[in-house]
């Protein structure tokens, strides 16, 4: 049961990464680079900390390896879709520029000691520590601009991963495994509420947009299958 939940996590977060990079290629939603960039930096850092640790697994922390994989995906289809177009900007304010500081400090930390257990531990809580920030920051701005340009079957997505990933690391007792999925979780299950509370006050623009788009995502990928 352990293997079949932490393989249903990283499978429903691989297609979750794949809608919504589609939903990017298509310019459904226009996603800030500087947010995924801070994302991307913290996520990896805290994964490089937490498999630098002894007894790490990937089961143990499945949330968090899911994490690696579509934050790193996501933002490398976003650059490469934005440099394409001539548009990639990065532009970070105050709290992310903060985030990327305190993270760049704690590299060079573990970089200085890289046999160092002790260091390997403070990459990580100080990186869960980050992304619980940014993610504040990102619920902040979208209560701020009062209107949904997300998209809201990602956030399904990576929330019902974020759930099915909780629950190997209990399985094994690890501690950082668990850490990882319920800071995943509540900040996932967070900002989907948000989300529908906004596309709500619009009329569901948004999910009716999703909703459309889905036909099309399966006869691309159907084409592509049998191409």
Same mark, same amino acid.
């Given at each position: 049961?352990?293997?079949?939940?932490?393989?249903?996590?990283?499978?429903?977060?691989?297609?979750?990464?794949? !809608?919504?990079?589609?939903?990017?290629?298509?310019?459904?939603?226009?996603?800030?680079?500087?947010? !995924?960039?801070?994302?991307?930096?913290?996520?990896?850092?805290?994964?490089?900390?937490? !498999?630098?640790?002894?007894?790490?697994?990937?089961?143990?922390?499945?949330?968090?390896?899911?994490?690696?994989?579509?934050?790193?995906?996501?933002?490398?289809?976003?650059?490469?879709?934005?440099?394409?177009?001539?548009?990639?900007?990065?532009?970070?304010?105050?709290?992310?520029?903060?985030?990327?500081?305190?993270?760049?400090?704690?590299?060079?930390?573990?970089?200085?000691?890289?046999?160092? /257990?002790?260091?390997?531990?403070?990459?990580?809580?100080?990186?869960?520590?980050?992304?619980?920030?940014?993610?504040?920051?990102?619920?902040?701005?979208?209560?701020?601009?009062?209107?949904? /340009?997300?998209?809201?079957?990602?956030?399904?997505?990576?929330?019902?991963?974020?759930?099915?990933?909780?629950?190997?690391?209990?399985?094994?007792?690890?501690?950082?495994?668990?850490?990882?999925?319920?800071?995943?979780?509540?900040?996932?299950?967070?900002?989907?509420?948000?989300?529908?509370?906004?596309?709500?006050?619009?009329?569901?623009?948004?999910?009716?947009?999703?909703?459309?788009?889905?036909?099309?995502?399966?006869?691309?990928?159907?084409?592509?299958?049998?191409?």
């Amino acid at each position: 049961m352990k293997d079949f939940l932490a393989y249903a996590s990283l499978v429903v977060m691989t297609v979750a990464a794949a !809608w919504y990079c589609r939903m990017i290629v298509t310019k459904r939603v226009s996603p800030a680079p500087a947010t !995924w960039a801070v994302g991307c930096f913290a996520t990896n850092l805290s994964w490089w900390g937490y !498999w630098n640790k002894p007894g790490a697994t990937i089961w143990g922390n499945v949330s968090l390896f899911g994490g690696v994989f579509q934050v790193t995906t996501v933002s490398a289809v976003l650059f490469v879709s934005l440099w394409k177009e001539k548009a990639l900007r990065l532009s970070f304010d105050r709290v992310q520029r903060t985030c990327l500081g305190v993270a760049g400090a704690v590299l060079v930390f573990w970089v200085l000691n890289p046999t160092s /257990v002790r260091a390997a531990q403070i990459t990580f809580w100080t990186t869960q520590a980050l992304l619980v920030v940014a993610y504040a920051a990102t619920i902040g701005k979208a209560l701020a601009l009062r209107k949904n /340009v997300d998209s809201i079957f990602y956030m399904v997505g990576v929330s019902t991963s974020a759930v099915l990933g909780l629950f190997p690391p209990v399985w094994e007792s690890n501690v950082y495994g668990i850490t990882s999925s319920v800071r995943f979780i509540v900040s996932a299950i967070l900002t989907t509420c948000l989300l529908c509370a906004l596309d709500r006050k619009q009329g569901w623009v948004q999910l009716k947009r999703e909703i459309d788009a889905v036909p099309f995502w399966i006869r691309d990928w159907a084409r592509s299958l049998f191409a």
